[in-house]
């Protein structure tokens, strides 16, 4: 299709260029050619005759240098996927701030972008949109990382080994408002407002909800607003979820007692004879009571934590059913209101709602998804998207805010489950296209990498550090670009020399500097580029310091709190004796407390006896 807006030049599309360049060069005459493709006979001239390049290019020339708008481009996008994404105006702003420091002349009136320049800049660069981005609270950001999740695959691989799918359950609460929230509907273009009716009540009831890997569920457990059970009366419990379990609380929230009871009275009822069996759930305090994890104890039933703070990625319940629950909750309270104008949703109508959203979210196919995308079963760690763990990057200290490797995050853990002497992966073999992360010293051994550099091109801004004879008495002479990258090369006309003694990050780096595409076995020809030198080093370094992650400033934990830093093996004796010894001092509080009241209510009946 012929570009629009582009006055008399570029009635063409970049495709169709092509096309007849290539359409020419199979035999076909040139005015043929332009006829057919409808392009320009000139311009086809001069892209055939390589006058031209075929790439179509109007109008004058960036105000930026390109180069560094790509580097700019690279580093918002990554800043984005970090959680540290900026502004449209922050953007303006810091590309003023990068233009005065770099002394470039720009028409930018007060040294800032303006619309022409912000409109070029998304033409150039189409990758680059404005969205607006998810909740993520930064505690949960900070514990999706590495090293915190791998260790809980490695815990998850040693309890969920040998087990059938029907053995390995997840269970997770959620709340479900009676003040709907109102799904899309048909509505006038540029309308202000579009009303959506929901109900007169915004009470919350809680749905627990057990599924296991094979995709089977459990009856619903149900926990409604109420101090006595007189208050689940006002509910259709019969037209509820199929063979809930209602219960009542002051506060609709899930609590010890509460927990405790579900257990009991819903989990081993209906988790099957087969022993042992797995039961992975967060860290919230009804999940934990010591009544609890002895009954799982007594039954073989292995209690493991998530991490804290990662259940957005590591439970099944949330990744896949939870979201589909809401959205089709939505959507039915909002046709059930619009059937009638006497609908509502309340007490009486919501649980027969809640029932058919249940049914639809919680199917089986929805089940088993929610267990392979968290890597449950089948045991896989690669299944949590690289993506995923971007955000803790600006925590870690040791990173200093930057990725050390392409590879995933978790590859680590494939490599040391199959280090281990007769222990195999159970379930998940690795991927054709993924390799264990390999030991520095393989590295260095398998890696050979080959660079031909002319002597000549070596730009006067790289020093030589060394001079040494090699094995072979081939001379020798390392040189040290000004990144401190190092390159390895000979005492020759044409250098040509191995860099398998480097480190893979100092021949990435010194590839880089080079603009060069190496791979491994290949011999490359090149000459390092000038933007290696001076000026390029200036512009890297100015745009690095103003488009950085912000510094990491640590804080000194708080005194008497409760920290949570790693998954855990509830059923374990260590948390097991931790729980007995919480609740005896707890216990031993109380008849303390007990006993000091009984002694000032029985010295307050001694003063009334002594006056009368």
């Known amino acids: 299709m012929p570009h629009k807006g582009k006055g008399i030049y570029g009635q063409y599309d970049v495709e169709a260029l092509k096309n007849a360049v290539d359409a020419v060069k199979s035999g076909m005459s040139i005015r043929k050619a332009a006829i057919r493709y409808g392009v320009p006979k000139s311009s086809l001239n001069d892209r055939t005759t390589g006058k031209k390049p075929i790439a179509l290019e109007f109008g004058r020339k960036p105000t930026i240098p390109i180069e560094i708008e790509d580097r700019m481009v690279e580093v918002v996008l990554t800043l984005s996927e970090k959680g540290f994404g900026i502004t449209k105006r922050q953007m303006l702003a810091r590309v003023g701030t990068l233009v005065r420091q770099m002394d470039l002349k720009t028409p930018f009136k007060n040294g800032i972008p303006g619309k022409d320049w912000w ?51 997840n269970m997770d609460e959620t709340g479900i408002n009676l003040e709907h929230q109102p799904a899309g ?13 929901v109900g007169n009540t915004r009470e919350n009831i809680t749905l627990l909800p057990c599924v296991n890997a094979a995709g089977e569920k459990m009856p619903t457990f149900i926990v409604a607003k109420g101090k006595t059970s007189r208050s689940l009366r006002a509910y259709n419990m019969h037209e509820g979820p199929e063979n809930a379990e209602w219960r009542f609380q002051a506060k609709a929230w899930m609590d010890d007692e509460l927990g405790e009871d579900w257990f009991k009275n819903v989990f ?31 039954n073989r039933i292995e209690v493991l934590a998530f991490p804290p703070h990662t259940t957005h990625f590591l439970c099944p319940l949330d990744r896949t059913m939870f979201g589909p629950l809401m959205k089709e909750y939505g959507y039915l309270c909002t046709e059930y209101m619009s059937s009638d104008p006497n609908n509502i949703v309340n007490k009486e109508s919501a649980p027969k709602l809640i029932r058919q959203a249940y ?22 760690p690669l299944a949590i998207p690289k993506e995923a763990f971007s955000p803790s990057d600006a925590f870690d200290r040791n990173n200093n805010g930057q990725s050390k490797t392409d590879e995933h995050p978790l590859q680590w853990v494939l490599a040391n489950i199959q280090s281990v002497p007769n222990n195999p992966i159970p379930f998940v073999s690795l991927p054709t296209d993924v390799t264990p992360i390999a030991q520095p010293e393989n590295v260095q051994q398998n890696l050979e990498v080959v660079v031909e550099i002319h002597r000549s091109a070596v730009p006067s801004s790289v020093h030589t550090v060394a001079e040494n004879q090699g094995q072979d008495g081939e001379y020798t002479v390392d040189f040290e670009s000004p990144n ?28 880089n500097d080079g603009n060069m595409e190496i791979t491994a076995g290949e011999t490359v020809e090149s000459s390092l580029h000038q933007d290696i030198t001076g000026w390029s080093s200036q512009w890297n370094s100015e745009l690095e310091n103003i488009f950085k992650l912000p510094p990491i400033i640590p804080k000194p934990p708080k005194k008497n709190s409760r920290r949570l830093t790693s998954h855990r093996l509830l059923t374990s004796p260590q948390i097991l004796n931790e729980k007995r010894k919480a609740k005896q001092e707890k216990d031993d509080k109380c008849k303390k407390l007990k ?8 010295n307050l009946k001694v003063k009334k006896e002594k006056k009368k």
């Open 484 to 511: 401190n990258s190092i390159l390895n090369t000979s005492n020759d006309p044409m250098i040509s020399q191995s860099l398998s003694d480097l480190d893979a990050a100092n021949i990435l780096a010194a590839l």
């Open 185 to 197: 509907v048909l509505a006038r273009r540029g309308a202000k407002s579009v009303p959506g009716r």
């Open 595 to 602: 006993a000091k009241k009984d002694e000032k209510c029985n």
């Open 359 to 380: 049914e639809k979210a919680f199917t089986r196919v929805n089940i088993v998804s929610g267990f392979e995308s968290t890597g449950i079963y089948h045991w896989n």
């Open 268 to 298: 081993l009822k209906h988790c099957g004879p087969q022993r042992p069996q797995v039961l992975v759930l967060d860290s919230h305090h009804s999940h934990e009571t010591l009544g609890l994890l002895e009954a799982a104890l007594a």
């Open 119 to 169: 409109k070029g800049f998304k033409n150039r660069h189409p990758e680059v949109v404005i969205r607006k981005p998810e909740k993520l609270s930064t505690v949960r950001s900070r514990m999706l990382n590495a090293t915190v999740v791998g260790n809980y695959f490695k815990e998850l691989q040693t309890v969920t080994e040998e087990l059938s799918p029907t053995s390995i359950w």
